[in-house]
């Protein structure tokens, strides 16, 4: 079974950056970063494809965000930039073991990380 272990969130000021990192056993077909904000839904942010390296952005965070993967590390990333207060929520690593039409779907993806917490302030 994956095992996806995220870290990296913390607090910021607005405008500030921060990384999140996620290991994984083994990279699946199709891996993403989601969040969810207390009392909304979870909400896919970026998604990578393993075959292609293809990547997807929410348009809430095109231009802002940027996914990656160090295969050699067996670690996903998401690089934040001009956080604002919008983006703060528990961010969560998942993973997915089949193609699928919607990637921003998060009853696509079968296994998920515990979450790291994001804050921005003002």
């Known amino acids: 079974e994956e095992q996806l272990v995220e870290s990296g969130g913390g607090l910021v000021e607005a405008g500030g950056s921060l990384r999140l990192s996620c290991t994984y056993s083994r990279f699946t077909y199709r891996m993403g970063w989601f969040r969810q904000a207390p009392g909304k839904e979870r909400e896919g942010v970026a998604v990578?494809?393993?075959?292609?390296?293809?990547?997807y952005y929410a348009s809430s965070v095109k231009g802002r965000f940027t996914i990656s993967s160090d295969n050699a590390k067996n670690t996903l990333y998401l690089q934040m930039n001009s956080l604002n207060l919008e983006d703060a929520a528990m961010y969560y690593c998942?993973?997915?073991?089949?193609?699928?039409?919607?990637?921003?779907?998060?009853?696509?993806?079968?296994?998920w990380g515990q979450g790291t917490q994001v804050t921005v302030s003002s």
């Open positions: 990578i494809k393993r075959s292609s390296g293809s990547t």
């Open positions: 998942a993973a997915a073991t089949y193609r699928s039409d919607n990637v921003f779907r998060a009853d696509q993806y079968d296994y």
